[in-house]
C-alpha cells in the first residue's frame, strides 16, 4: 500500500473515531455542566450528584478491564456499536427516573459501563491499522475529542433545561451508534480495518498470561498504572466539580460557573497539543515530559491555593489541569499505540482506564464529603500533593528505552 493511501486510511479513521469519541465525552460531561442547574432546582443536592459521579466512574472503570479484555477477541465495530447505543437509550431515559434517586443511580452506572465499551476497541482499531506514526496522531484528535466534549455539554446546558441536555445527548450517542456501524462495515469491506487476533501459531511468542504479563512489565505498565491514577483524578473528578467549585468557592452564579465552565473546559481541550509540543520539546523523551507536566501542574495548584483574585484563581486552575493533562497524554497518545507488535493494546487500555477510573470513582466521592471539611482551598493543596508525587513517580530510576 502506497504512503499515499496509507496515509489517507489513517485519515478517515482517525475522524469517525473522533466523532464517536466526541459523543462520549459529551455524554460523560452533562451531569457536570448541568450540576449546578439541579443542585439550585433542588433534583438532587451535592452529595446525590457526588454519588452519581462515583457510580459512574466505578461501572466506567470496572467496564474498561472487562471490554477491554473482550476488546482484543471481538471486533471493534460491534463493541463500539453496542458501547454506544445502550449509552444512548440510557441517557434518553435517564431524566424520567430522577425521582428515585436509586434508580437513578443504577441508570448513571448503566451509562459508564456502556460507554467503557467505547475506548479499548477504538484505540486498537487505530494501532493495528494505521502506521505508528499516524497512530501516534489518531489518538491525539481522541484526546482532543475527549477535552472538547465538556465544552459541548456545557453549551448543551446552556441551551436547554437538565432533563433536555441529556435527551440531546442519549440522540447524539445512538446516532454515532448507527453511522459507526455504517462506516466500519464499509472499512472492513475496503480492508482498511483488519482485525489481528491472537492465534496458536504466535502463543508461545506473546499470547499466554504470564507472556502478557512479561512484555508490560518490561513496557513500563507498573510506571504508567500510577501515572494513570493520578491523571485520572485531576482529568476526570477534579473537571467535573468545576462548576460546583465556580459556584460555591468563587461565588459565581449558576448561569455564570455553566458559562465559565464552558469556555475554560474549551481551552482545557487544547492540552492534547500542548503535551504534543512539549514531548517534541524534550526530543520525544517520556520521562522528561512527565516530570515537567506534573512540576508544572503542581506549582500551578499551589498558586491556586494562594491566589483568591476570581479571574487569576480560575486561570491557574485551568492551567493546572492541563499541565495534568500532558502527563495523561503521554498515556493514551504515546504509550498505548506503542503496544501495538503485542497484540495487547485494547487489553492494555483498558487495564489503564481501569484504574484511572477506579482512582476519579474514590476521589469523586472522597471530593463531596471532604468540602465540608477541609473546604475547596484544601482540595486545591490536595491536589498539589499528587502532582508532587506524580514527579517523583516520573524520575528514572534507571536507564531504559523510552517510549
Known sequence: MSTNAMSKNAFFIGVICSFAYLSVYIARNVLSAVSPQMISDGIFSENI?????????????????????????????????IGLLLAGITSFILPIFTESTITTILLYGLLGFALSMIYGPMTKAIAENTEPYHAIKCNLALNFAAYFGAPIAGLLALAFLWDTAFKSSGIMLCFMAVLCFVIFSYFEAKKIIVYKRSDDSQKDKRNSF??????????????????SILTGIIRTSVLFWLPTYLMQYLNFSEKNSTSIFTVTSLFISLGSFAAAYIYKLFRNNTDKTLIFSFLLAAILFLGAFIIKQEVVNILLLILAIVASNCASTMIWSFYCPSLADTGLVSSATGYLDFISYMAAAISSKLFANAVGDIGWGGLILVWFALMIIGVIISIPYKKRCDV
Open 49 to 81: 450528584i457526588g454519588s452519581l459521579s462515583s457510580v459512574f466512574f466505578f461501572a466506567y472503570a470496572i467496564g474498561q478491564l472487562i471490554n477491554g479484555l473482550i476488546g482484543d477477541v471481538i471486533k471493534s465495530k460491534y463493541m463500539i456499536t
Open 210 to 227: 504470564k507472556t502478557s504479563l512479561n512484555i508490560l512489565f518490561k513496557r513500563s505498565i507498573v510506571k504508567y498504572t500510577f501515572v
